[in-house]
Every structure is written in C-alpha cells, then in structure tokens.
C-alpha cells in the first residue's frame, strides 16, 4: 500500500534513538525484575563442597562393594553429620558416618548409602549397620564441589533480566550485589475530552479512561518505572503544561520516555499531532491495528511516543515499538516477545496490504495440538475482548486471509 512506511522501517528509527541508561549497583533483594548490566561471576565454587545427595552413610566404596541382600556388610557408625557441620571424621575401614542431604562429606569416605539400601534404615542408623546393597560406583551420590560452577566463572551473562531462577542463582554463587541498568522513568498521557476515571458517573459522550492504565501496566511489565500517568482533554495548553511537568530536568525524577495515546490521526482535535508537530514525525504504518504512529525526541532527550487511541491498537503499537524501546534502554539482550507456529482454529480476514496483529487465545484441550482463536471480531476499539487476549496472530501484509488450519505465527505476551 503506497505511502505506508513497513514496520521494520518505524522499529529501526525507534531504536537508534533508544539511549543506553546508566548503571547501578543494587543489592540481590533489590534486583527482581532488572536487567543486568555486567555479568555474574561466582563468588565460591557451587556447590561450595563435596556434599551428600541423599540421607544414608558416608563409606569406604571398597568397604561395601560386595554388599548384597543375602550377603549383608556390616559397618560401624562412628560419626553423624547433620547438615551445617563443619566436622570431618576420620575412617577407618570397616567404618560409616551417618549422613544428611547436604552434609559435607568426609576426605576419608568415597560413596554415599541410602537409608534405604541398608537394613534398618534410618530407624537403626547408629551403631552398627547392615549394608544390603552396593553404591552404584566410586563416588555414588557425592555432590562434588564446583561441579556447577568454580570460584570466577560467568554464571549470567549482562543483558538478562533477574527472573526468580536468575537471582537464586547470584545468591548461590555468593554475590550479594549486582549492577543492573537504571529502570527507564516513563510517563504515560492518555489524550481525550471524553475521557474520565474509571468509575465515575458517565454523561452522554464520556467513556471511562482505560489506555493510561493499560499503557502504564505494560510499561511496567518492561522494567520501566512509572513515575505519571493522566489524561488530559484535547486542549494544546493542557498537553503542553503536562509534558512540560514530566520532562523538566529540574524535577526529581524526569521521564525517560512519554507515552501518548490519542491524538495522532487524521482527525479536527488530534491535540498530540497538533501540539507537537515541531518535534515528533507523524506516520503511516503498514500495519493492522496501528496504522498512525508519532515518533520524536525532546531536546533534554526524552523519547516521545504517539499511539493511537482505540485501546487494541494502543496496546499492539506498544508491544510493537515502545516495549523494544524500553528494553533496548536498558540494554536486554532479547527484545522481542517469543512466537510459536500453531494452526488456526477458526478463518478469519484480513487486511490487504497491511501487517495484522489480531488478539488470540490459545486453545490447549489437545497438549499435542494447540490452536490459535481469535480473542475479538478484530475492531481496535473492543478493550473488552481484549482483556482475553493471551497472545497476538501476526500475518504477514501479503496474506490475504487466514483459513481454519492455516499455519500463522503467535506472539506470546502472557
């Protein structure tokens, strides 16, 4: 469709106007959630010594290599270890040490038995045992130091977020700290003399205002922090006195990026469009929903985004261009969302010329054979819909339609 930039080509400027944010060094509490600047190197091996796998004996593996239920070892206990000593018994042959999951094992002992491989188990695990049968091999359920990682490996690389496995893994390489980049500061402007809060008594012509809540909820989805969220009517002053408030370098805590939604087309009160257009470029994206984008930067260099208003295309446009925005200022090593290939359960149209990103479900009643149906009919406006969308179908602008069981690509975003 002639006069319609790709979206490939508005994502690329978006980008390399993307600043990289600074640094800082945040303790392991604070670090949920944050995209590490410099990699992780461990502390101390992991594990930090030979350790128990299992609750048993530390022996000899030459002591018990011929143990089976008809020829029962006996072994006397000499030791118990309980997880936490710092103990190391000797052992002589014909020697145990009653062990726990772990416990460091002994220098002297090579083999962990199980409870269960002997005759009395825990209930009679003092004294003298019965060993019934052999440790699979030399070194059987011994955890062995550094088996994971020694003292100085790499154990994240910069450019991931801190997820809960992520920072379970810097506390057990021994770290307390971590740098991470700073969150990007955004605000969030919601445009629109028809908009209210949600709740409030409705006249004829008034919607409740949602495209804030939804925009500073994703915002926040992508590390950033949000630091003002409001609506403001289709008055020039109004938008001007508000940018101005959040972009002020003088203020505590100047946003990093302002997010509009509204005002952006091609209608007599785009307050967005007419109020900034010395400073963002307005353009046509190939692209369903989300056709209008505004893009620029002040001069302080805050990111100015312009989305259009109806809430699915709000939605999809900052999925599409502000969330790699986000990321790519916090320097995360993947920006994008990931996508699965599945089947269509249902046809659908679509637009001619244009890229479509059609809010889906997923149906899994077959784990072997998901399939992808549409979460709305596909207008821009139905926010309802909407809030059942787990994923977006993205088809290709020289698609001209999707038929049930066509194959289309899915963009995960829950």
Same mark, same amino acid.
């Given at each position: 469709?002639?006069?319609?930039?790709?979206?490939?080509?508005?994502?690329?400027? #978006?980008?390399?106007?993307?600043?990289?944010?600074?640094?800082?060094?945040?303790?392991?509490?604070?670090?949920?959630?944050?995209?590490?600047?410099?990699?992780?190197?461990?502390? +101390?091996?992991?594990?930090?010594?030979?350790?128990?796998?299992?609750?048993?004996?530390?022996?000899?593996?030459?002591?018990?290599?011929?143990?089976?239920?008809?020829? *029962?070892?006996?072994?006397?206990? =000499?030791?118990?270890?309980?997880?936490?000593?710092?103990?190391?018994?000797?052992?002589?042959?014909?020697?145990?040490?009653?062990?726990?999951?772990?416990? *460091? =094992?002994?220098?002297?002992?090579? @083999?962990?038995?199980?409870?269960? %491989?002997?005759? /009395? $188990?825990?209930?009679?695990?003092?004294?003298?045992?019965? +060993?019934?049968?052999?440790?699979?091999?030399?070194?059987?359920?011994?955890?062995?130091?550094?088996?994971?990682?020694?003292?100085? @490996?790499?154990?994240?690389?910069?450019?991931?977020?801190?997820?809960?496995?992520?920072?379970?893994?810097?506390?057990?390489?021994? #770290?307390?700290?971590?740098?991470?980049?700073?969150?990007?500061? #955004?605000?969030?402007?919601?445009?629109?003399?028809?908009?209210?809060? *949600? /709740?409030?008594?409705?006249?004829?012509?008034?919607?409740?205002?949602?495209?804030?809540?939804?925009?500073?909820?994703?915002?926040?989805?992508?590390?950033?922090? #949000?630091?003002?969220?409001?609506?403001?009517?289709?008055?020039?002053?109004?938008?001007?006195?508000?940018?101005?408030?959040?972009?002020?370098?003088?203020?505590?805590?100047?946003?990093? =990026?302002?997010?509009?939604? $509204?005002?952006?087309? @091609?209608?007599?009160?785009?307050?967005?469009?007419?109020?900034?257009?010395?400073?963002?470029?307005?353009?046509?994206?190939?692209?369903?929903?989300?056709?209008?984008?505004?893009?620029?930067?002040? *001069?302080?260099?805050?990111?100015?985004?312009?989305?259009?208003?109806?809430?699915?295309?709000?939605?999809?446009?900052?999925? +599409?261009?502000?969330?790699?925005?986000?990321?790519?200022?916090?320097?995360?090593?993947?920006?994008?969302?990931?996508?699965?290939?599945?089947?269509?359960?249902?046809?659908?149209?679509?637009?001619?010329?244009?890229?479509?990103?059609?809010?889906?479900?997923? %149906?899994?009643?077959?784990?072997?054979?998901?399939?992808?149906?549409?979460?709305?009919? $596909?207008?821009?406006?139905?926010?309802?819909?909407?809030?059942?969308?787990?994923?977006?179908?993205?088809?290709?602008?020289?698609?001209?339609?999707?038929?049930?069981?066509?194959?289309?690509?899915?963009?995960?975003?829950?």
């Amino acid at each position: 469709m002639s006069g319609l930039r790709t979206v490939e080509e508005h994502l690329a400027d #978006v980008l390399a106007a993307a600043p990289a944010l600074p640094g800082e060094r945040v303790s392991l509490a604070e670090a949920h959630g944050r995209t590490l600047r410099e990699p992780v190197r461990a502390a +101390v091996d992991i594990p930090v010594f030979d350790n128990s796998a299992m609750d048993g004996f530390a022996v000899r593996f030459a002591d018990v290599t011929d143990a089976a239920a008809d020829a *029962p070892l006996t072994l006397q206990v =000499v030791a118990d270890l309980p997880a936490g000593t710092a103990a190391d018994p000797n052992l002589a042959p014909g020697e145990a040490a009653r062990i726990m999951t772990g416990s *460091p =094992v002994p220098s002297d002992a090579d @083999a962990i038995v199980p409870f269960e %491989d002997t005759a /009395g $188990g825990l209930a009679d695990s003092l004294g003298s045992i019965s +060993v019934l049968r052999a440790p699979r091999a030399l070194g059987a359920h011994i955890r062995r130091a550094g088996e994971d990682a020694r003292a100085g @490996a790499e154990v994240l690389t910069a450019g991931v977020v801190l997820g809960p496995l992520q920072v379970a893994a810097v506390a057990a390489s021994g #770290v307390a700290d971590v740098v991470v980049s700073r969150r990007p500061r #955004v605000a969030v402007i919601s445009t629109g003399s028809e908009l209210v809060e *949600p /709740g409030a008594t409705l006249r004829r012509g008034q919607i409740p205002e949602s495209n804030s809540v939804l925009l500073a909820a994703l915002a926040a989805e992508a590390g950033a922090e #949000v630091v003002r969220r409001t609506s403001v009517p289709d008055e020039p002053g109004d938008l001007d006195a508000v940018l101005a408030e959040v972009t002020d370098p003088r203020s505590a805590q100047p946003a990093d =990026v302002v997010v509009f939604s $509204g005002g952006v087309s @091609a209608g007599a009160y785009e307050v967005v469009k007419t109020t900034l257009s010395r400073t963002m470029t307005f353009s046509k994206v190939a692209m369903q929903p989300g056709k209008p984008q505004g893009f620029g930067r002040l *001069p302080s260099g805050a990111l100015l985004f312009g989305l259009p208003g109806n809430p699915v295309s709000a939605a999809v446009s900052f999925e +599409v261009f502000v969330r790699p925005a986000l990321l790519r200022m916090q320097r995360r090593r993947v920006l994008d969302h990931p996508v699965l290939t599945l089947p269509a359960a249902t046809g659908w149209r679509t637009p001619p010329g244009r890229r479509q990103y059609l809010p889906v479900t997923i %149906d899994r009643t077959d784990p072997r054979a998901w399939r992808v149906i549409p979460a709305t009919s $596909g207008g821009s406006h139905l926010a309802g819909g909407l809030g059942r969308a787990e994923a977006y179908a993205v088809v290709p602008a020289e698609i001209d339609a999707v038929a049930a069981g066509d194959l289309v690509d899915v963009m995960l975003i829950t």
